[in-house]
């Protein structure tokens, strides 16, 4: 082998090899970030490179010669530049990389209620946003009422004296940008009256119901102001018995019923519609294929995410584009998560369900094993007015929790759309709970937990709260939940039927009946058929790295052969 | 999956090959084996299954090849089968372990097993499939317990101890006892040895949940002369760094931290780009050809549906890809 060795004659006349070249960054893990707009200056040390040539260059292509390399950044983005110095002794090469990252001004998460803030003349109101960003230079928060500077700091106690509307302002700044949120604040002499009803779901909010002669119908009264055991009922002008928050009324004749509801003064009204069924389809009800209608989940880690574990697409934006994937995700028989408590999916069998003789009429797929059980709520409707649409009235699908303790019926929860990505997701309950579901990043990487699709910054959910059974053992490190007795989704209950079992990888089916709805009270109901069928997680639970609880859906059927 | 095999095949499988460990998913009993030629660019899945007539198991977990058979630890079922390497019958198991992890033969009488939520790890004796001892871990009790892979210096062998644990433990194989350890970052999950007698070791370090607090993950390099971290290299707080392969040189070191990454075992930085970039993938597995360089990526996909391999070029160009068994997460390679 011919070696060339570089050399250089020294004052006696005898040659000795010159020394290498030596790069040296001040990085020293050769990773630069600046910011989208920044100037760079790269001035690696060299030694043994007198009369060397430097040169930087990017794909080839050279940028800069000479050793300090002055760039200017206009894009973000992941960009390699090659540093070479050619010396007589040698030939040396180093490679940086430039992280070019998209300035960060703050990002506020203030979760304001539902139908915003009202408060008392002169009582005190603590705003403490969440905000993101605030450890880098200059950050600092300024409040503004009417265009008044007010505070400064990262919280502001709101008072007045005076009744009216407040426009309030903060303004979070830092070297990056600044980021300004404004909502209105009402001051009143005294809080006023307000009553409302529990929506059939998300999307169906209309205050009408559908029912059928002797069936009954549950109406829930949702007032901030107003005791249990106030409240005022009437139907048709005529007064009823009932003094709470929740009435089941059962219509015995066909025709309208007009419902009126006073709490401390605020009144509602709601139309209860008594009406014949629709007769099922002539299939009389079997079979897997099922639409979701509805896909309102809470937050969580499956929301949104991208990974092909989740098989979202980050343009599933809007209500159709989310049912349809739901849909077709349910046909291949893989997991629909519906988020945190409350979150549900809604799907209408085409040829209804009919209640039979058998243990069982409907199943629904999960994947729950031994020590993770994810218990989700199931309802069901009939489409009594034949329209389509899940618009009628919901049953819920008594479990063995129904009336244990500690479980809460007619519970609503508020989700709130974080300020910035990679947020937890807060949330607050009507009566007085409130937590975060937990962004655990590493695992499920998407921006966001909170569903695209729900336009608003915040929204409620209602449903069934059972309570945790999340257990942490610290010797192991491992979360388990164990499973409900029966009666859920998602839950290695005793209705886990034989056959779709734990062996095969196709996961369980967990088995319904008809003849298990109730109404709102607990009193049972009689459902010949049904043609909707929600499933709603029932527990708000977080196990830590593992994330929130979230009931997961695999699939619907009444074709118990295929089970078998 | 289909079980639609009938009856047991007979396989000729002479030569070069590389097997193929699906987990399967945990209490489903659907772990399998995989073959792929890496001469012929051809795969044959559910072998162990085909050959014997019977399932694997429950989650496949490592393989390691000694005198002529292959060893294939099913962790969920405790047990560790001997399976020929050209037929892939079985041709003896050894059971009794809590949940077996990994195999390491000290020599032809001799080989230790790790084990999860077990403070022991067990000797047997290949030759007659029996348990004859243990090694007691100190300072691990039956619920803590957690020893993983092993790698052999001289007449050492040095394991990692990865649930909840932060140390390398140094056996001395004459006498079967743990003689020294050493502390590195929080779970230790994979280990290997370079051609310089060093330890490579990748820690997950911690979130805010762990015992400890949060903790940067990280990759050591420890010198056996005096079996001391030699240096550390720290990744970034979220990263998740895992399954730590080495070239058949030594020289060489591989991982999967989202993407897959090399590195010379003589560099002083982490590579600053990724020989493999993540494309919607769930990197699980990963190994090296010991002969020609190739790198091998398992993608887990979903955890439900069957895995896929990815087979690359030592330049980290695509050569071929191909459909295995769910949760593919480790590979053996069959160098004869």
């Not at chain 1, 099922?280 to 995410?305: K, L, M, N, R």
Request: hydrophobic letters at 35%; aromatic letters at 12%.
């Amino acid at each position: 082998m011919l070696m060339l060795v570089v050399c250089s004659c020294n004052i006696d006349g005898e040659y000795e090899a010159l020394p290498k070249p030596e790069i040296r960054f001040d990085h020293d893990d050769g990773i630069y970030t600046v910011k989208v707009g920044g100037t760079l200056t790269l001035a690696p040390d060299v030694t043994n490179g007198d009369d060397a040539r430097c040169e930087w260059s990017m794909d080839g292509v050279v940028v800069c010669t000479g050793r300090v390399w002055i760039s200017e950044w206009p894009e973000a983005g992941e960009y390699y530049a090659l540093f070479t110095v050619t010396a007589p002794g040698g030939v040396a090469r180093e490679e940086v990389r430039i992280d070019v990252l998209a300035a960060t001004p703050p990002t506020i998460s203030l979760s304001i209620p539902p139908g915003g803030i009202t408060l008392l003349a002169g009582s005190t109101y603590t705003f403490a946003p969440r905000y993101q960003h605030q450890d880098m230079e200059g950050f600092s928060v300024a409040w503004y009422v009417n265009g008044d500077k007010a505070a400064e700091g990262a919280e502001f106690g709101f008072r007045a004296q005076s009744t009216g509307h407040y426009r309030v302002t903060v303004e979070a700044s830092n070297i990056d940008g600044t980021t300004v949120k404004e909502f209105e604040v009402t001051v009143v002499d005294s809080m006023p009256s307000k009553v409302t009803f529990m929506p059939l779901s998300y999307f169906e909010d209309a205050d009408v119901r559908y029912t059928v002669p002797g069936r009954p119908v549950s109406v829930q009264a949702i007032s901030s102001g107003c005791a249990e055991g106030d409240y005022v009922w009437s139907v048709n002008g005529n007064e009823v018995a009932c003094r709470g928050s929740l009435m089941v009324y059962t219509p015995e004749a066909l025709g309208d019923y007009i419902v009126k509801v006073n709490a401390s003064g605020a009144e509602a009204v709601m139309k209860i519609v008594c009406v014949n069924a629709v007769a099922p389809g002539p299939d009389g009800g079997s079979g897997s294929e099922v639409d979701v209608v509805e896909w309102v989940p809470a937050p969580g880690q499956f929301i949104g995410e991208t990974s092909s574990i989740g098989g979202m697409t980050s343009d599933i934006v809007t209500r159709t584009q989310a049912e349809r994937w739901a849909t077709a995700r349910l046909k291949s028989g893989k997991f629909v998560s519906l988020g945190a408590w409350g979150g549900y999916l809604t799907v209408k069998f085409p040829h209804g369900v009919t209640a039979g003789s058998g243990q069982y009429d409907f199943a629904i797929k999960g994947n729950a094993i031994d020590t993770s059980n994810e218990p989700g709520i199931v309802w069901v409707m009939q489409d009594v007015n034949g329209n389509g649409l899940p618009d009628d009235e919901w049953y819920q699908l008594r479990g063995s929790d129904f009336s244990a303790v500690g479980v809460s019926h007619g519970k609503a929860v508020t989700y709130y759309r974080p300020g910035g990505a990679r947020m937890d997701v807060e949330w607050t309950s009507a009566d007085g709970l409130s937590g975060m579901v937990a962004y655990i990043g590493g695992s499920h990487n998407q921006p966001f937990y909170y569903p695209a699709w729900i336009e608003p910054e915040c929204y409620t959910l209602y449903g069934t709260w059972l309570p945790s059974r999340t257990v942490y053992d610290s010797a192991t490190g491992q979360w388990s939940n164990p499973p409900f007795a029966w009666g859920y989704a998602d839950n290695l209950g005793s209705d886990m039927i034989g056959g779709g079992d734990t062996q095969s990888g196709l996961g369980q089916w967990i088995g319904f009946s008809i003849s298990n709805a109730v109404a709102a009270d607990g009193r049972s109901v009689s459902l010949d058929h049904i043609d909707f069928v929600k499933v709603q997680t029932g527990v708000m639970s977080s196990g830590g790295r593992l994330g929130e609880l979230s009931t997961e859906v695999c699939g619907f059927t009444t074709d118990f052969g295929v089970l078998l | 999956m289909e079980w639609d095999y009938g009856t047991p095949e007979h396989f000729d499988f002479s030569g070069r090959g590389l097997f193929i460990l699906n987990e399967g998913n945990f209490q489903y009993g659907n772990a399998t084996l995989s073959y792929y030629d890496p001469e012929r660019d051809s795969v044959s899945n559910e072998v162990f299954f085909r050959a014997n007539g019977m399932k694997l198991g429950d989650v496949a977990q490592s393989m390691t090849i000694h005198n002529g058979l292959g060893w294939v630890v099913v962790n969920h079922s405790h047990v560790v089968f001997a399976i020929d390497l050209i037929t892939f019958k079985e041709r003896g198991r050894i059971t009794g372990f809590t949940s077996p992890r990994y195999i390491h033969f000290v020599d032809d009488t001799k080989a230790y097993v790790t084990q999860l939520w077990d403070n022991r790890i067990v000797i047997i004796d290949p030759r007659r499939y029996e348990i004859t001892g243990y090694i007691d871990v100190p300072a691990m009790n039956q619920t803590s317990g957690s020893t993983e892979q092993m790698v052999q210096a001289g007449r050492y062998v040095y394991v990692n101890c990865w649930s909840y644990q932060r140390k390398i433990l140094k056996i001395d194989t004459e006498t079967d006892r743990i003689v020294d350890e050493l502390e590195v970052g929080f779970q230790p999950n994979s280990l290997v040895l370079d051609c310089y007698n060093r330890l490579w070791t990748i820690t997950d370090g911690a979130g805010y949940d762990a015992p400890d607090g949060p903790e940067t993950p990280a990759l050591y390099c420890i010198d056996l002369s005096d079996f001391a971290v030699d240096r550390r290299f720290e990744f970034y707080p979220g990263d998740t760094p895992s399954e730590l392969a080495i070239d058949g040189e030594g020289e060489k070191i591989y991982w999967i931290n989202g993407d897959v990454w090399c590195m010379d075992v003589s560099a002083t930085r982490l590579p600053l780009r990724p020989l493999v970039r993540s494309r919607s993938t769930i990197y699980y597995g990963l190994t090296v050809d010991p002969v020609s360089g190739d790198v091998y990526v398992a993608d887990a996909v979903d955890y439900q549906q069957n895995g896929t391999v990815y087979r690359y070029a030592p330049t980290g160009l695509l050569t071929d890809r191909f459909t295995v068994g769910v949760t593919p997460g480790a590979f053996c390679w069959k160098l004869n």
